[in-house]
């Protein structure tokens, strides 16, 4: 992983002031659009995530990605397992289906969701409230990035396993 690292290191990791999604105040960013939009990176972060996926949640039938950061990782992480994927919406759509939920699904299906970074774990949990509402089991989120900042403990809390790929030490510290 350490190789995957740097790479994500050398193209995502910003040093300055910048406000996260959650409001926090950070010295360092790193911005998931610059590593996934890389193709040799996603592909190697979706056959991580498939691996990931395989091992920890095994009975997972679709994989799910909360709009809009992580679409093109449940994408990745879909062509790379064979699993299907689903898109969530933060909020149903107020046209044509009116959805918060793009793709096909059966109420009662195991679904994993996948996560680019992991801050207070808002998305993520919202996330998964929302597939928990419509019916679908929700238990695992598998992130790229947790910076280590509360979401575990905040998952944890709710009842959801938080898995990472790498952690933001790594990335700070280019190991």
Do not use: H
Request: charged share 25%; net charge negative.
């Amino acid at each position: 992983m350490s190789d995957l690292a740097e790479r994500i290191r050398a193209v995502a990791y910003l040093e300055g002031d910048f406000v996260l999604r959650s409001g926090r105040r950070s010295s360092f960013y790193l911005d998931k659009y610059r590593f996934e939009t890389q193709p040799d990176l996603l592909r190697e972060i979706g056959g991580l995530l498939a691996e990931r996926i395989a091992a920890v949640e095994p009975g997972a039938v679709r994989i799910a990605g909360p709009e809009l950061g992580a679409v093109a990782l449940a994408a990745s992480a879909s062509m790379a397992s064979g699993l299907p994927f689903m898109i969530v919406r933060s909020a149903a759509k107020d046209y044509g289906t009116a959805n918060r939920f793009e793709g096909v699904w059966e109420e009662g299906e195991r679904v994993v969701v996948v996560e680019d970074v992991v801050t207070s774990g808002g998305a993520a949990l919202d996330a998964v409230r929302a597939l928990r509402q419509a019916g679908l089991g929700c238990d695992t989120v598998i992130c790229v990035v947790d910076r280590g900042e509360g979401g575990a403990e905040a998952m944890e809390a709710a009842g959801v396993r938080l898995e990472r790929l790498l952690d933001a030490d790594a990335l700070r510290l280019g190991r």
